[in-house]
Structures are given as structure tokens and as C-alpha cells.
């Protein structure tokens, strides 16, 4: 249990995949998945520092131009490039690709082409580091349940079945800390990508994000059914809803529905089981014809995208923290 733990402390902050993701012990049946997950967060590495590099040679430049301006020379133009290499170093976070990117085409045009192309490929990757965690967590998930089962069943003891989710939920734990850094770098990528797409399609980040913040509101259940780690559902299930349950509802994408029981349990259900309506495909609301039109399409599948993993890692860390990987009362 010491090696799962001191995994955890350090996955944000080592660099081979063996001290992010610890050693394979071949008890865990879900090591393939922590491995492809793990895989997928190199690429948010790869380039996460273009645009904070590009700011830092400017903001260099800039800054040891301002102190030779006002007549400042010798070590005070070096402070000055110093002091100006640390503010662009923040703002080429945010707006270096984009500057990079206008310096290397001729008009508009071109420049939503590229960064649309950007995006798409963005998008891809995206969608793989979700399907990983996706496959990773419902693998915890249904193991967790399948421990309850056999303790329930006198197939196994509870002292066996208690050690057995204790480990499940350490290794939860880690699954949760590396997913938590690899959505820390998409982060930071995000914060480029945000500022182009605020450039080229003002207000499409907040389109689409004004239909995700409806204030949760107070319901009972229609009809049982089963909560799921996420809006899927092919979804690992970590809840029952009973008939006429209360619980606190907002609406989610596709046709689901986000709820909160009185036991704290947090999940998604059918839209319908709690008489609200889904809100459908993240990119609906999101208007424009032609490449413009593309162009916010693109970008609101990665806003959603980004906001769709980290929602995840927060459901997944919940499950670790609380109900997840308890058994059922002796």
C-alpha cells in the first residue's frame, strides 16, 4: 500500500511512466487501461510550453527594449529583458500560439484553417484520453461492485472483501492523481487555445458553457433507475434511483441528467427519469455556415471535450473519496 501511495504524491510531478503509474504487480486487472491513459498524456506534453516560450523571447526583447529606451544600460537592460521575459512568459501561455500562428499565414482565412486544423487534431486526442479514462474508471467501478457481490453471496469474507477495496481504492486514488495531471496540462493548452478562439469566434466558449451552469434544482424521481458514473449508457452504474427518491437534478449532455441523492451519491440518469430535458450535443446553439461555422463547431467539441474530462476526474475522485469503494453495511 506505501508504493500505491507515494505513487500518488508524485504522479504530477515525475517523468517516467513507472513512478506515475507504479510497478505492475499483476494483481490489478485494470492495468492495461492505466497504462493506455497514462500513454494518451504524453501528447498534452509535448508542446506545452510553445507558447510560453514564444512570449519569453518577446517579452525578452520587449523588456530589454523598454530599459534601453529610457536610457537605462548595462545590467539594468538584462533586469529589464529578465522582468520581460517573465510577463510574456504569462501572457505567451495564453496568447503565444496565437501569435505564432498569425505570423505564419497571410490573412484571416488562413488563420482559421490552421488553428481549425489544430483543434481537430486537439479534439482527437481528446477524445482518446477520455475513452482511456472512461475504460479505466468503469473497470474500478465494476470490480468494486463485483467484491460487494461476493461478500453479499458469502463467496468471500468480509475481511477479504474489505482488504481487496481498500486496494481498489488506492489504486482509484492514483488512477485519480494521474488523470488529475494530465488535465492540468490540457489545461494549460486550453488557456492557448481559448484565447484563438476568443480572437477568431468571440463568444462561442461562452455559448457553450451558459448551458452547462444551470443552478441544480429539487426533484423527485419518476421512475427507477440506474446512476452511472457518467452520461452514458454503457456507463459503470454506482447507484440505483428509486421511485419518488428526492434528489437535486441539472440537466446534462445528451439525454441524461445530472443528480445528487440524499446519500451523497452523484451520478447521471436517463433526462427522463427526473422530468428534465438533455441538453443534447455540447456544439448545439452553436451557430455559423461555412468555415466560420466549422470553425465554432471545432471549437465548442474542445471546450466540451476539456470540460467533459476534468467533470470526469472530479465524479472519479469523489468515488474514490466517499462511497466508491465502501462495502455495504455488515
Partial sequence: MASITAAVMLAGCVSTQAGRIGVDDGRDACRAFVVQLDSTGDFYGEDILRGAAVGGVTGAIAGGGIAAATGRRGSDILVGAAIGALAGAAIGGTAGYLQARQRQVQDQGALVQAVGGDLRNENRQLEATQLAFNQLVDCRVNTANRIRADVRSGRMSRDQGMA??????DLMRRDVALARSINEKIGTRGGEFDTAIETIAPGTKGTVQARRTATPQPTSARVSAPIRIRPDGGAAQIGQLAPNERVTVRPAEGNFAQVETSSGVVGFVPASAVGVRGLGSPTAGVGGRGQEGEFRQLAAT??????????????????????????SPA
Fill in 164 to 169: 481487496l477495496m481498500t486496494y481498489q481504492r
Fill in 302 to 327: 474542445n471546450i466540451a471535450r476539456r470540460d467533459n474530462f476534468s467533470e470526469s476526474v472530479q465524479n472519479a475522485d469523489r468515488l474514490a473519496q466517499g462511497q466508491g469503494f465502501e462495502l
